[in-house]
């Protein structure tokens, strides 16, 4: 069991340049979740995904904000344009179904936008 | 949503027990209370979770009020790796799998 994959770790650009962060989840898990993470709001839940359908993106902070899901071991959150305010630590985490499965985190990407 | 509530920090001795508490007054019959910690520089990891029961696992215990209406982590003897944020959050048992973290107590060991 590799755990959730996510990349890239590191990721710097410059305001206005499209970003995707990507996730693999782990296998067999059919709840994937994306949050984002800042010292001043804490670990946010973006959106999150059942069977690869989206079923609650309330979170996502704008429309410059979009996710997919176009099969069970792949995840993308884009960012266009990017802005200094969208750096953050993103995190993919998944799940299996049921109210007593854990959720298992990736690493992160770390988001720098300059 | 049911939310939780939790000390925003604690302090604790190496080698002694901590007891880390959690608020969740307007919780359902079927949430689940999961608690989970977050490492400096790495993303959350799950520690432990129950419904009604008390319980134990290689990492922590879980004691859960008879009301379920808080809860209370328990490491029995903390080390200088259990310095992390704890979360507790509620696992929404209808329809639902919304997982909402909320702030989480900053918890310093003292060696």
């Known amino acids: 069991d590799a755990g959730v994959i996510q990349s890239p770790r590191h990721e710097v650009t410059e305001m206005g340049q499209e970003v995707t962060l990507r996730c693999k989840p782990i296998?067999?898990?059919?709840?994937l979740f994306w949050y984002r993470q800042t010292m001043m709001r804490g670990l946010e839940l973006l959106i999150y995904?059942?069977?690869?359908?989206?079923?609650?993106d309330s979170g996502m902070p704008e429309d410059r904000f979009s996710a997919k899901m176009p099969n069970a071991s792949f995840s993308t959150l884009k960012i266009q344009p990017s802005e200094p305010r969208d750096s953050a630590v993103y995190f993919c985490?998944?799940?299996?179904?049921?109210?007593?499965?854990?959720?298992?985190f990736g690493n992160g990407t770390r988001l720098t936008v300059t | 949503d049911a939310k939780t509530t939790q000390p925003n920090s604690m302090e604790s001795n190496e080698e002694e027990p901590v007891h880390l508490p959690c608020n969740h007054s307007?919780?359902?019959?079927?949430?689940?209370i999961h608690w989970y910690r977050q490492l400096p520089s790495q993303g959350p990891e799950y520690v432990i979770h129950g419904l009604t029961s008390n319980v134990n696992n290689r990492m922590a215990s879980l004691a859960i009020a008879e009301d379920r209406k808080s809860s209370t982590l328990i490491l029995h003897r903390a080390t200088l790796r259990d310095a992390a944020v704890y979360y507790c959050?509620?696992?929404?048992?209808?329809?639902?799998?919304?997982?909402?973290f909320g702030t989480g107590t900053l918890l310093a060991v003292q060696p």
């Open positions: 959050i509620l696992n929404y048992g209808g329809a639902t799998n919304k997982l909402i």
């Open positions: 296998s067999g898990h059919n709840s």
């Open positions: 307007t919780i359902s019959g079927t949430d689940y």
């Open positions: 995904f059942n069977n690869n359908v989206p079923i609650d």
């Open positions: 985490a998944s799940k299996t179904d049921g109210p007593n499965s854990p959720l298992h």
